[in-house]
Nanobody, 120 residues
Framework: QVHLVESGGGLVQVGGSLRLSCVAS??????MGWFRQTQGQEREFAAA????????YYADSVKGRFTISRDNAKNTVYLQMNSLKPKDTAVYYC???????????????WGQGTQVTVSS
């Protein structure tokens, strides 16, 4: 069993930055991912990081603005979000998977989410 806890969300103005954290307890899988979801919409893949080596993968919508990183000593994954836009407003979730995928149904464990609101 894996327990994930996200933090770092909040209210930020357009163009601002936030850093989300996801602390994992238990045996985490190879892939750690970040997803986001707005009300009435499906959960959307944002970024993922593979293993301790740190290979990363991003959705086109966040590429160049978001950076995912991992501190294995702290069992923590981060999502640095820069140049935020109103369309980035969502609840952000971290999750684990056994292999790289953008499909949320293939991620095994999820955190409770943290709200990010970007005001214009």
């Amino acid at each position: 069993q894996v327990h994930l806890v996200e933090s770092g969300g909040g209210l930020v103005q357009v163009g601002g930055s936030l850093r989300l954290s996801c602390v994992a307890s238990g045996r985490t899988s190879t892939v750690m991912g970040w997803f986001r979801q707005t009300q009435g919409q499906e959960r959307e893949f944002a970024a993922a990081i593979i293993g301790s080596g740190g290979n990363t993968y991003y959705a086109d919508s966040v590429k160049g603005r978001f950076t995912i990183s991992r501190d294995n000593a702290k069992n923590t994954v981060y999502l640095q979000m820069n140049s935020l836009k109103p369309k980035d407003t969502a609840v952000y979730y971290c999750a684990t998977a056994r292999y790289l995928t953008t499909a949320p149904n293939l991620y095994d464990f999820w955190g409770q989410g943290t709200q990010v609101t970007v005001s214009s």
